[in-house]
C-alpha cells in the first residue's frame, strides 16, 4: 500500500499563491504517477493536474493551466502543487492520489490522501 498525506491547505486571499505538499510511504513512491483532484461542497470531485512518474509528463485542468504548477521530488518521496493567482472558485478540498498512469479520471488512481482544505477569500 501507499499512504499519501497532504499539507500546506490554508486561507488566503484572491490573487494570492499556495503550495500543497503530499508525502508517500509505503511503497515504491517513484513507480507512480501523482495526481491532484479538488471537491468544492456541492460539485462533484474534478480533475487538477497530474504528473507522470518522472515528471516527464504533465497535464493540467484547463481552468488551472498557467496558474498551477505541479512537481515531484521522487527522492523525497514527496509531490507538489503551487498555486498562483487563486481565485475563489478555487475553494476546494485538495487531494492527491497515486497511480499507474497519469490520467484525468479519478477510476485511474489507487491510493488517495485524507485531503487538505483550500480556501480562497474574496
Known amino acids: 500500500q501507499v499512504q499519501l498525506v497532504e499539507s500546506g491547505g490554508g486561507l488566503v486571499q484572491t490573487g494570492g499563491s499556495l503550495r500543497l505538499s503530499c508525502a508517500a510511504s509505503?511503497?515504491?513512491?517513484?513507480?507512480?504517477?501523482m495526481g491532484w483532484f479538488r471537491q468544492a461542497p456541492g460539485k462533484e470531485r474534478e480533475f487538477v493536474a497530474t504528473?507522470?512518474?518522472?515528471?516527464?509528463?504533465?497535464y493540467y485542468a484547463d481552468s488551472v493551466k498557467g496558474r498551477f504548477i505541479v512537481s515531484r521530488d521522487n527522492a523525497k518521496n514527496t509531490a507538489s502543487l503551487q498555486m498562483n493567482t487563486l481565485k475563489p472558485e478555487d475553494t476546494a478540498v485538495y487531494y492527491c492520489?497515486?497511480?499507474?498512469?497519469?490520467?484525468?479520471?479519478?477510476?485511474?488512481?489507487?491510493?488517495w490522501g485524507q485531503g487538505t482544505q483550500v480556501t480562497v477569500s474574496s
Open positions: 492520489a497515486a497511480g499507474l498512469n497519469p490520467s484525468t479520471m479519478s477510476i485511474g488512481y489507487e491510493y
Open positions: 504528473i507522470s512518474w518522472d515528471g516527464g509528463r504533465r
Open positions: 509505503g511503497r515504491t513512491f517513484d513507480s507512480y504517477a
